[in-house]
């Protein structure tokens, strides 16, 4: 009797920390992708994506970055060294999926990609796509519409975006 007196005690906290082990929710590994520009603007053909357009890119990519790792939701995968010629020259909306595969290589759990398109110089869309990376399906996309702005809106977009579409979900 005494043996279960002692043990009683020793069991219940094991069985509790197997418990909340279990309860533990699985944090994603994340691979974001830079920010990519679809310009289908009847001017696309004319004026080329510039500094400005770069600089509110990279804007957008660091607002989705720091969102999602403010939310605990995901770990984040740095996917900047990422060397295929399709990630370098900004087209991964273009590859069919081929950013999960990339994400799989570092080792993620999901990849995304982010895409502003610019319908006019002061109409676009922010649209982000979440992949499987070993399946390559899309498990989570989201898009906004921003009228009447200028490429300054594109990181707002992004915002919106991350905060009640991504993290909503």
């Known amino acids: 009797m005494r043996i279960i007196s002692i043990l009683a005690p020793a069991l219940l906290l094991a069985g509790g920390a197997v418990a909340g082990a279990a309860e533990a929710p699985h944090v994603l590994k ?51 060294a990422v060397t295929d010629p399709a990630a370098q020259a900004g087209n ?15 080792d993620a759990d999901q990849s995304m990609i982010g895409i502003v398109t610019r319908i006019a110089r002061t109409e676009y869309a922010v649209t982000y796509k979440v992949r499987d990376v070993r399946s390559g399906a899309i498990v989570g996309s989201g898009q ?22 991504l993290l909503e979900r």
């Open 30 to 80: 994340l691979a974001v992708f830079p920010f990519e520009l679809e310009d289908v603007s009847a001017g696309a053909g004319i004026v080329p994506p510039d500094e400005i357009d770069r600089t509110q890119l990279r804007l957008a990519t660091e607002e989705a970055l720091r969102l999602i790792a403010e939310s605990g939701r995901y770990q984040l995968v740095d996917a900047t």
């Open 144 to 165: 906004t519409g921003l009228r009447m702005g200028a490429n300054v809106a594109w990181s707002r977009g992004a915002r919106w975006l991350i905060q009640n579409r």
């Open 92 to 106: 991964l909306r273009s590859c069919d999926g081929c950013e999960a595969r990339m994400a799989a290589g570092l």
